[in-house]
């Protein structure tokens, strides 16, 4: 299994991300050609922290080719357009294979 993972910085809208990101986002994001399953968090840090991501989504896909090819996707394309609506300050995407 292959994981693209989204980390989110803290909006300055907290409420609107939560809304917006729920409501609209996610459900686009679930219709990514080749999705195997999807989740997302708003972590909390153990101990003093101040560089905890605002929110974390990972989605799972069977290869680094179909993870590639669902981001190339006209869906894939329209998610990545989406990010400026909710989280102004951009994402961090990053990928890897599970082992």
């Known amino acids: 299994m292959h994981c693209l993972t989204v980390i989110y910085p803290r909006p300055d809208d907290e409420a609107h991300f939560k809304k917006y990101y729920k409501e609209t986002h996610i459900p ?22 101040d560089n905890v991501p605002f929110c974390i989504f990972q989605a799972w896909f069977d290869s680094p080719d179909a993870m590639g090819q669902a981001m190339q996707s006209d869906m894939g394309k329209k998610v990545g357009a989406d990010v400026p609506n909710y989280s102004p300050k951009g994402a961090t995407i990053f990928h890897f294979a599970a082992e």
Do not use: D, E, F, N
């Open 28 to 49: 686009l994001a679930k219709q990514l050609p080749g999705l195997k399953s999807c989740h997302y968090a708003y972590p909390a840090a153990i101990g003093p922290a």
